[in-house]
T-cell receptor
Framework: NAGVTQTPKFQVLKTGQSMTLQCAQD?????MSWYRQDPGMGLRLIHY???????DQGEVPNGYNVSRSTTEDFPLRLLSAAPSQTSVYFC????????????FGQGTRLTVV | KNQVEQSPQSLIILEGKNCTLQ??????????LRWYKQDTGRGPVSLTI?????NTKSNGRYTATLDADTKQSSLHITASQLSDSASYIC???????????FGRGTSLIVHP
């Protein structure tokens, strides 16, 4: 059972480039989310999805797009990378139920130069 | 706005010593509170969960407490080990919502 898988683990982009961070889970969880983690800032919610075809914005959505065509996959797209998007990105999924634990991927460390 | 505040921001202790991390929250309505451990370069992993009716819960050398009246929680680590060096994140969930509120974490360093 792989859990939540993120790819790539590391990425360097030039300003203005676009890319997609991949996230896949094999636990059949309806809820998935993307966070960014910056030093001293903790985890901040970018976008989330409560099921296939349903997405919504979190606290810091600007510059990012998401889609959810299947239960398993929740990719995060950077439209035009900026140095301010240099961060560590985590994907998480949560099973149904009020006390459910969030399962996180290993993270993607992104540097925009 | 829901908020979770953690203290201290960072902590350095010697191996074998005990320590206590604090978490204050204003999330309402309260559903549950989790403490996560995040090792360097890894995603957070849940240590404990506390619901409204629970005061204390242990997981090995980790003991979490919850005071729902004062909206405070603590995580006590007994007989610290080098492997306890990590960031500890307090996460509070609101009733009826999938979206938890994260604290900024306490960075713990255990020296030999």
């Amino acid at each position: 059972n792989a859990g939540v898988t993120q790819t790539p683990k590391f990425q360097v982009l030039k300003t203005g480039q676009s890319m997609t961070l991949q996230c896949a889970q094999d636990m059949n969880h309806e809820y998935m989310s993307w966070y960014r983690q910056d030093p001293g800032m903790g985890l901040r919610l970018i976008h989330y999805s409560v099921g296939a075809g349903i997405t919504d914005q979190g606290e810091v959505p600007n510059g990012y797009n998401v889609s959810r065509s299947t239960t398993e996959d929740f990719p995060l797209r950077l439209l035009s990378a900026a140095p301010s998007q240099t961060s560590v990105y985590f994907c998480a999924s949560i099973p149904p139920g009020g006390t459910s634990e969030a399962f996180f991927g290993q993270g993607t460390r992104l540097t925009v130069v | 706005k829901n908020q979770v505040e953690q203290s201290p921001q960072s902590l350095i202790i010697l191996e074998g010593k005990n320590c206590t991390l604090q978490c204050n929250y204003t999330v309402s309505p309260f559903s549950n509170l989790r403490w996560y451990k995040q090792d360097t370069g890894r995603g957070p992993v849940s240590l404990t969960i506390m619901t409204f009716s629970e005061n204390t819960k242990s997981n090995g050398r980790y003991t979490a407490t919850l005071d729902a009246d004062t909206k405070q929680s603590s995580l006590h680590i007994t007989a610290s080990q080098l492997s306890d060096s990590a960031s500890y994140i307090c996460v509070v969930s609101e009733g009826g919502s999938y979206i938890p509120t994260f604290g900024r974490g306490t960075s713990l360093i255990v020296h030999p």
